[in-house]
């Protein structure tokens, strides 16, 4: 895959295809009503069978122990049958266990020893930048997303997003959508800056390509991918989304979700109309390979892929970062 001008993009694998909705588990915590209620819309949303909605009782906080996370593994793995390549968790806490995230941990397992030291390298994800549509057949690793918003109403609009993308764009004679890689001046949270694809139009796809330089985008419209480094992202009340789109900030605390760190959350991206978005839960340093690699982010998404296989495919070290937003989102695909 190549632009129309400027420098070429990066080789990316041919996709083998996408996960699909027959392919998606969904897991339900009953003791919390926001999970209770926007798991159950996401079910019809989506049309899931009975045997792919399990439901488990959890607590409702930030974080699990260990402890929890082995008997919510335990039940994961004893429930879903070998169809289901990745999964939907329909909450917004709990979202780390210790320093790794919940979908870290439930992908490539509990790494307590990251926890002495969470600014080290982590566990490389096998999962990156490949072509393949089933991931727990391939690699025994199934990815997840919360469906994590503010408030149930928020989450169930993010839905709705993610319905209404699939096979929305890239449509010949439509308007192009634009994908924005922005650099903020913030050298420590700018480490993806040189991965940032070369800006011009993406004429297969329809797809408008912009690096900017400034602290913040302001009323740009079509967005369908906005990449950014700091610590807040301001003048996202004056961003116009398509269904579908992708957002994250590299910042060290974005992936936690209820905010309070200082740091913007990535649910505030949801909140203003992103469907996916990726960040840390526990302080990672600057290692790129820790958060979304633009270009491999932009060009599986391009190909068809789902959400959650387009974010993650982009991480080459996962453990730290959870994944929100609808998994299913697929706004270039062309199958049902």
Known sequence: MAGSRGPQLIPVPRAEGRITRKELGLVI????????????????????????VLRVQLPVRSALTPEEFKALAGQVD???????????????????????????????????DLCAQSCAPSARSPYFNTASSQPHTRFKLR???????????????????????????????????????VSTGDPARGVRQPLFPPSGLLRRWGVEVHTENTPALANASRVLVYQT?????????????????????????????EGGSGQMSIVDWIASGATASYGTVSEPCAHPQKFPHPQ????????????IE??????????????????????FSRTR
Not at 296 to 307: D, E, I, M, R
């Open 29 to 52: 915590n009953t003791a919390d009503p926001y999970s209770v209620e926007v798991g159950e819309f996401y079910i019809k949303a989506r049309g899931l069978g009975r045997t792919q």
């Open 78 to 112: 004893a429930f879903f049958g070998a169809p289901v390549q990745a999964l939907a968790l329909a909450w917004r806490q709990p979202y780390a266990v210790g320093c790794n995230s919940v979908t870290g941990a439930l992908a490539l397992g509990y790494d307590a």
């Open 143 to 181: 990815p997840s997303m919360l469906l994590a918003a503010r408030d149930v109403p928020m989450a169930k609009s993010m839905i709705e997003r993610g319905v209404a993308s699939d096979g929305s764009l890239g449509l010949r004679g439509a308007a192009p959508a634009h994908a924005y890689y």
């Open 229 to 257: 480094g700091a610590i807040s992202v301001a003048k996202l009340d004056t961003i116009q989304w398509v269904p579908g789109a992708l957002a994250d900030h590299l910042t060290s605390f974005g992936g936690q979700l």
């Open 296 to 307: 491999v982010l932009l060009l599986h998404y391009l190909q068809g892929a789902t959400a």
């Open 310 to 331: 387009a974010y993650w495919k982009s991480v080459a070290w996962p453990q730290q970062g959870v994944f929100i937003g609808e998994p299913l989102a697929a706004p």
